[in-house]
Every structure is written in C-alpha cells, then in structure tokens.
C-alpha cells in the first residue's frame, strides 16, 4: 500500500534492529485519512469474502477496525485487556506480548460473537502473531470462523507472518518490512 | 442526536439508577455508521471553529475521535494510560474515575500537543468530568486551547456537565440523559 509505506519511510524511526516508532500517525498521533484508505484497501482486498464482523483488540487496533467495519458495513467488535464490572460472561484467553514482554489477559464478551460470525482479525503490528492467534482462539470458543487476517505493518523479520500462513490463515499485510538494520527501513518487495 | 437516541433506547441496558450499558454499539462492540454519523454531527455543531486536533483517550474514545478526526480532517491524538517504553517526554495527569473507582494515569506525548494547537476533546460518556479534566489539564500545560467538548452521551444527573459549562467549556453532548431512575430512561428536552 504506497500511502502506507510513504508515510513509514517518511515518519517512522528506526529505535533498534527490531523496533519502528510509528507514534505519529498510527498508534498515538493517527491519521483519519490513512486509517480511511486502510479501510478500504483491506476492504478490497477481502472483497471475495463474507464478513460479519471486524475484530481488533485494544488500543491501537481500534482505529484501524473502525474503518475497516466502515467499509464492510458491519459491527466491529474490541477485544478488551482487562474485564469490565458490566460485562456478562466472556470468552478469555492469555497473550504474551514479546514487544512488552508481559503477558495480558484478552477478553470479548459473549454476546459479541457467535457461531455464525465470519471473522475479519485486524490489528496493527504483526511481529510474532500471538495477539492474532489469541484472538484467534476467541473466535474459535465462540464456535465462529476466521475469514481473514489483516495487518497495517508486518515485522517480516520475525516469526508471526511464518506462523500465521503456516496455519492457513489468510493473511494480508499492507506494508512488510524485512529489515530496520543500519537503521534502514527495508520493504518486503 | 436523533440516531444516537434511538440506539440509546434501542440498546442500551439501564444497569442500576447510575449505570447504563451501552456495549452493543458504543463501546465494545462498536457500530461503524453511528461513529461515522457522531463525526459528522461534531463537525457540524462546531463548525464555527478552527480545530487543529482531535484529542481523546484510550480505549472508548478512539472510534468517536477518529470519525471527528475524519470529519474535521485533522490529526487525532489519544492519551495513553500507560507511558510506552519508546515514548519521549511527555505530559501527564492523574485522573480519578468515580464509575470504576481508581486513579489512573493519562500521558500524552510532548511531539504532539503544542502551543498552537486548537483542540476538540471527545468522549464517550460524561459523567463526574475528570477525564475530560485532566484531558484539558495535558492541553494547558502544552500551552495549548480547548475549543470544544464533544461527548457522545452525558450523565445529566452527574455534576461533570454543570462543572464544565460553569468553567466555561464550550461542551456539545450528543445525548444527555437526565435520569435512569426505575430502569427507566429519560433524556433532557
């Protein structure tokens, strides 16, 4: 996705060999009008498949969902870290983040998945797949399927794309980086 | 908002005499088009005003402010409750929440708030109006202006929206409800 990949050349920054700052226009600082051709791309490019809903997990994601439920014209639905007071019974699973090296609770409630639900899993950093394979189990307790995976930035580098496809899922990223060495950003292709 | 009241009475669940559970649409699972109508309806009900930023904070808020962000075709910024490791300087304020009984955090980066930014702060709910308090706080010490509030729904039998008319917020909510007594709900006007 060119806008994508102009604005990580342009505003990224390289922290380390694994490690891209993207808090100007992803996941602090957000572009409307990036997250709105986000949306749309992974519309176009789920544009053969039935989705019910778009399910993402907080914080970061939650933009990136809205969009993309926009231009599906279906709910979209965010996982939560922690459960909250109100929520009836819920579906749960553990996440262990490797970026922030702890682990996280994942929790949707109930009433926000079933079993004829056609999952669209959106987030927007992929590096070694465990917060899709936790949100993947999710959709799975909830008797319902994954129709497809869609990243903003893939970590290509790391292991979670590898995983994913070797899974079978059916996975899109917009932008794949296989490098940050020398402090250069290198797209996949 | 004649949309949004509807889903209200729709949807929503009266919970207690101060709680209303609306996760159906508003924030857990999460209905694209009535965020895409609530950007339009703030962009309209302060289009008399130069907005340089849309500001809100994790995690309920980002749907809403993405959509304003959209509307108004500006950046948006959500405050974090967590400092992340690679973030700079930042500003930071405490924020008590009466609904779930705590304190917490709320950091906003230093890159993204500054003296010249007009800023539009939307929510979700008001109710005691600390967060939207402490949102003004970070956008003070930034040298920067509040020019609006935007809430989705408030909780007019809470004090936060007498507080923050009577410091002279230039507050717009959406839907304000006046009482939930005997499950009932009851919106002003």
């Known amino acids: 996705m060119k806008l994508l990949k102009e604005l990580i050349l342009k505003k990224g920054e390289v922290k380390n060999s694994s490690l891209l700052k993207v808090d100007s226009f992803l996941n602090h600082q957000i572009d409307p ?49 922690k459960k909250p007071s109100t929520m009836n019974d819920s579906f749960n699973t553990t996440v262990h983040s490797f970026t922030k090296n702890k682990d996280y609770n994942v929790t949707v409630s109930k009433e926000f998945l079933n079993e004829n639900d056609k999952i669209l899993i959106v987030d927007d950093f992929l590096a070694m797949g465990n917060a899709v394979l936790g949100l993947s189990d999710i959709v799975h307790m909830a008797g319902a399927e994954v129709v497809g995976v869609g990243i903003v930035i893939e970590k290509g580098f790391q292991d979670g794309g590898k995983i994913l496809r070797d899974k079978g899922f059916n996975l899109e990223s917009l932008a794949i980086i296989d490098s940050l060495e020398n402090n250069k950003i290198t797209f996949r292709d």
Not at 58 to 80: H, Q, W, Y
Request: glycine share 6%; proline share 2%.
């Open 33 to 81: 009008n990036l997250m709105f051709e986000i949306g749309k791309e992974l519309k176009e490019r789920f544009k053969d498949k039935e989705i019910t809903k778009v399910l993402t997990i907080e914080a970061s994601g939650i933009a990136i969902g809205i969009m993309a439920a926009l231009t599906f014209n279906v709910p979209m639905v965010f996982a939560k870290k």
